[in-house]
């Protein structure tokens, strides 16, 4: 267990789990409804949630001796830990440059054509050792516990090649034996067309070489894959080969979990929930088929407010995606062209330029978001039997 019960806003961190070998309640007044004496959690030894309910029947059910710690959450609000549900989180280079360029006209796309763009930190990421990038990333991290994130996920991307995209892989392995969250990890080799192929050669090396490498790694104990990504875009991968490498994911036992409908309408929306994709990322241009098939598949739709604002693009429909049925999850899409680690940044653009509610912005934040990582058994709520993940935050409501 490496589980962690956090204040928001910069405070105090109080551990629990391992690491204190504590049992720690959480105590409260309880907000509006909570009647008297509040409620309690229950966090057992291993990290566990073990109850979970009003205060005096927690109290009368358990001796204070047994308790480790108690931890006086009076006037605070206690939420589940967040769930930052895409990051690409291990990269080297910085490209504020690029920044500049984008406020002159130039959109994503021409900075891409140009050589900049992933191209850009692809460069100074397969330059960088594994030690420079774990330091990046564990430094990420880190920013982002203190905003609540207990569960993240975090792609390999800018190696576009096998021995980069390993490198990126068994930097995301290392920081997930030292972080204080939970790591989905994600291998994104089709982020990209690298500078030396093109579209078909990268297609049939990652078929060919940088799947069977990394399922052998896999196999042999040394890294735990969890998801398959691929950047569905005009100029980048097309439909057809962004399904070939999914199903290949697939096929080596990753969920499938991917950049769609970003830029332009490809229909990738209709062609992963075909596949019963667990979450497509983006979806600024998705269709009105799009959501439908999502809908029917189970597909959980990734919003990824920085992006749009950062970009200026169009906002994904996430209230017609919403009305239709499709379980909207958030995430950061922390990157080299969006700077966000903070999950109640991208809840509040969620609100302000997505149209979600409060209350929505918060389940897609924690359960929907678990959801599309396919760890909402164990993340994303607070219930008995799951991660004792808690995020208290200076505020009554
Ligand atoms: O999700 N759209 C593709 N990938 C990233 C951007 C990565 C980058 O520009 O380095 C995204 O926004
Ligand atoms: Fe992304």
């Not at 001796?65 to 967040?82: H, M, Q, R, S, Y």
């Not at 030396?196 to 052998?216: F, G, N, Y």
């Amino acid at each position: 267990a490496r589980q962690i019960v956090q204040v928001c806003a910069g405070g105090e961190r109080v551990l629990c789990g391992d690491s204190m070998k504590s049992l720690a309640v959480l105590e409260g007044e309880g907000g509006e409804g909570g009647g008297s004496g509040g409620y309690s959690v229950l966090v057992d030894r291993d990290g566990i949630i073990a109850d979970i309910g009003k205060s005096d029947e927690i109290a009368a059910k358990y001796n204070r001796e047994d308790i480790d710690n108690i931890i006086d959450a009076t006037g605070k609000c206690v939420i589940p830990g967040l769930v930052d549900a895409h990051t690409h989180a291990v990269w080297a280079g910085d490209r504020v440059h690029e920044f500049a360029m984008k406020l002159a006209g130039a959109s994503y796309m021409d900075v891409h054509r140009m050589g900049g763009g992933i191209h850009f930190t692809v460069k100074y990421t397969r330059a960088a050792n594994e030690d420079t990038l774990l330091s990046l990333l564990l430094n990420r991290m880190r920013q982002m516990s203190q905003s609540g994130t207990t569960l993240v996920e975090c792609k390999s991307g800018y190696g576009l090649d096998l021995e980069n995209e390993v490198k990126m892989l068994r930097v995301i392995e290392e920081a997930r034996k030292v972080v204080p969250m939970e790591i989905s990890s994600t291998y994104c080799g089709a982020h990209a067309v690298p500078k030396e192929k093109t579209s078909a050669q990268a297609t049939q090396d990652i078929l060919d070489r940088q799947i069977p490498h990394i399922v052998s790694l896999v196999k042999a104990g040394q890294l735990q894959v969890d998801n398959i990504d691929v950047f569905c875009e005009k100029g980048v991968f097309d439909v057809v080969q962004s399904r070939a490498i999914l199903q290949a994911g697939r096929d080596a036992g990753m969920q499938i979990n991917f950049h769609g409908e970003e830029l332009n309408r490809l229909h990738s929306a209709e062609m992963g929930a075909e596949l019963g994709a667990l979450a497509i990322s983006h979806l600024e241009e998705v269709s009105p088929e799009g959501i439908s098939a999502m809908a029917r598949a189970g597909t959980v739709a990734v919003a990824l407010p920085t992006t749009a604002y950062m970009l200026r693009l169009r906002p994904p429909p996430v209230r017609d995606m919403i009305e239709g049925g499709v379980a909207v999850a958030l995430g950061s899409d922390f990157n080299p062209n969006a700077h966000c680690l903070a999950m109640p940044v991208v809840m509040n653009l969620a609100c302000v330029v997505l149209h979600m509610s409060m209350p929505e912005a918060l389940a897609a934040s924690t359960i929907n978001a678990a959801h599309a990582l396919g760890q909402s058994a164990m993340h994303g709520s607070l219930e008995r039997g799951k991660w004792g993940n808690l995020v208290l935050l200076g505020a009554p409501t």
